[in-house]
């Protein structure tokens, strides 16, 4: 879009206007997070510009065992389980849904990804409750099975996109070969839609990764994760380790969207 | 997805042969001698009744997962705002006593006696604490005056119990009391979900106002309502002018442009929290430019305070509203814009009747998003925000895990979910639910 060399004054400064605010939105949705990241190297305890000197001392605190370490490994668990129960139950249901027509197929599919639209601090105060209930409150697999129910949507979404494309009658061709239904879905449906399902699981990844208000409601101190953690230090002690943290979790988000970027190429070249 | 091939199949029996062979290489391969169409409709039926029966079977653990750590969660987050049981299970005689009580006048001797065998049993079993807690939400003071008569009822030996009751403290006396009892005392009550909008039921008048100093919900309500529509209105002024940009600027440019909207979008909220409290802080480094700068010598107050919430807000949710405007914007074609150029329009009343319009769907997905997930914003608030700033969620949050008041957590959430499930249908119409078709 650039501007025609007989445009009139009016256009000069809408041309000029619009500029000037993409830019002031840019910056203020880029530059807080990475104008912080450098006080992570500082030497001293503030958290401002000018640093005392350079040193790693916060990166090395965070790699303690306590409380970080604790609190990476229980992230770990937390979503790795997470990411391999929504993906299986997400990609079948999304393979399901696509494959035949049948009633209330649309309500269905609404109650599927329904966990998306209802407000976070509902879900987890109904997680909180039904937890409550079956004494699983302050447990890893009660924070997995709430955790399990906001990542399935991102799952079933980003695969069935994937199988609006598919062509079923592929699948009959296989069976048609002598591969029983198992078999064609590993050998001809899986490879094809592989894209899709790796993208949906890092978002359930992510999703469980990131995710604080559930872990506050249902989270036991056994189960503190890198969001607990960092939500306790935000309020208690504020110091650069928590920088440190945030860099390092920025650098990984950044190196999973990469991995989602690519993976959407794949997809939409093959 | 959208083959509606065994529906018109099942209906017309004659074009379901003529559809056959694109459907199934093996049935027609071993069938190529059948020509008689209803035997082939009814195979076909079986055939699309199989995959039905398949499909349905693949989509079952994932429904019956959700079911169990979604869909009954969230029924019981709806019973428990109009469940009721501790006063009827701890003072279960009393309950009895009193179910054919009118309310009219100070109950029996028999409630009276009632009453002091539960609070006697109730005291030894360390339940009436909780019993207490629970009268108190009907009448303030109750408590305290549940536990002291819990705690002498062994001592009262009159032949009266309902005397001795009131010599020991007047308010037995007061019949307001005992309906308060009466009240609680049902298995299911309205009381949570009408405190949640400030209201209360009366013995006598019915639905009244709550009393002032119990009035805080609505404005919380309120005050969340505002805060998201804020956060909405800041979003689209700087939301648009970006989606414009990146929808209008070369392909290669788009690509980059997009990738910073992302970047911010892929960020864990609680490191852009984190962020700001860095940045807004008195000694932050905000204030410490503005000084450095001489602009001021004294730092500006922007944490704990609304400003902080609307700034921490806005950029958090600011993603949510360019990549909707962005996929709409993105095929609108520009002939329009200079099809109304060329036809005399100005530049600013062609965007408002040709270019705006054609933006709705995404406008609209992009604010009812904003605005549904702000309802429900708890941490950031919480961290930025000062002690007015609070909005439902962590009311929400204290209730269920601070004070324990499940009744009133659970009648908030439905009050908000209510509001959610009000906008979701304008939410649906515009934008079909794709949210995450992010590319």
Known sequence: MALPANATLGQQVGYVGLRVICAFGFLFLLLPTL?????????????????????????EQVLQPHPWGFAFENSMIVACATTVIATVLGTLAAYGLTMAQFRFKGLLVGFLISPLVVPLVITA?????????????????????????????????????????????????????????????????L???????????????????????VALFVAGPGQFTMPRQLFADLRDQLNPSIIAVATLLTVASICLMALIEILQRRKDNG | MRRRGGFALRRSPGHAALCWGGFGISASSRHAQTTDPSVLAGKLARGDRARKLTALSLIAPLFLLLVCVFGVPILAVLYYSVDNPLVSRILPQTTAAMAEWDGQALPGEA??????ADAKHAYKA???????????????????????????????????????????????????????????????????????VDLKMTWDQGLVQA?????????YLTETFWISAVVVFLCVVIGYPIAYLIATSKPANQRILFILILIPFWTSLLV???????????????????????????????????????????????????????SVMKSISTDYMRAAASLGARPFSAFLSIYLPQTIPGLGAGCLLVFVISLGFYITPALVGGRSDQMVASLIAEFALGTANWGMAAALAVVVLVCVAAIYPIYHRFAGGDRMNLN
């Open chain 1, 35 to 59: 104008i912080i990241m450098p006080i992570s190297f500082s030497s001293g305890t503030f958290l401002n510009y000018p640093l005392p000197c350079l040193s790693l001392r916060w990166y």
């Open chain 1, 125 to 189: 105060l109904a997680a909180y409750f039904a937890l409550a209930k079956v004494g699983l409150l302050g447990t890893h697999i009660g924070l997995i099975l709430a955790h399990t129910a906001l990542a399935t949507p991102f799952v079933v979404i980003t695969v069935t996109a994937t199988l609006q494309g598919f062509d079923h009658t592929m699948v009959r061709a296989a069976e048609s070969l002598g591969a029983n239904p198992i078999n064609a879905f590993f050998s001809v449906t």
């Open chain 1, 191 to 213: 490879p094809l839609i592989l894209p899709g399902v790796l993208s949906g699981a890092v978002f359930a990844f992510v999703t469980s990764f990131d995710e604080i208000v």
């Open chain 2, 111 to 116: 409630a009276f006696e009632a009453f002091a």
């Open chain 2, 126 to 196: 360390k339940t009436i604490a909780r019993a207490a807690l629970r009268l108190n939400y009907e009448i303030a003071g109750f408590r305290s005056m549940t536990m002291k008569a819990a705690r002498r009822i062994k001592r009262l030996t009159g032949p009266s119990i309902k005397e001795d009751l009131i010599a020991l403290d007047k308010r037995w006396g007061d019949i307001a009391y005992w309906r308060a009892i009466k009240d609680a005392s049902a298995s299911y009550t309205p009381r949570y979900l009408l405190a949640a």
């Open chain 2, 211 to 219: 009393e002032e100093n119990r009035r805080i919900y609505l404005a």
């Open chain 2, 272 to 326: 852009r929290t984190a962020a700001w409290v860095v940045l807004l802080q008195n000694q932050g480094m905000i204030n410490g430019f503005l000084i450095w700068l001489g602009i001021t010598d004294q730092p500006f107050e922007m944490i704990f305070n609304r400003f902080g919430v609307y700034v921490a807000m806005v950029h958090i949710l600011l993603p949510f509203m360019v990549l909707p405007l962005y």
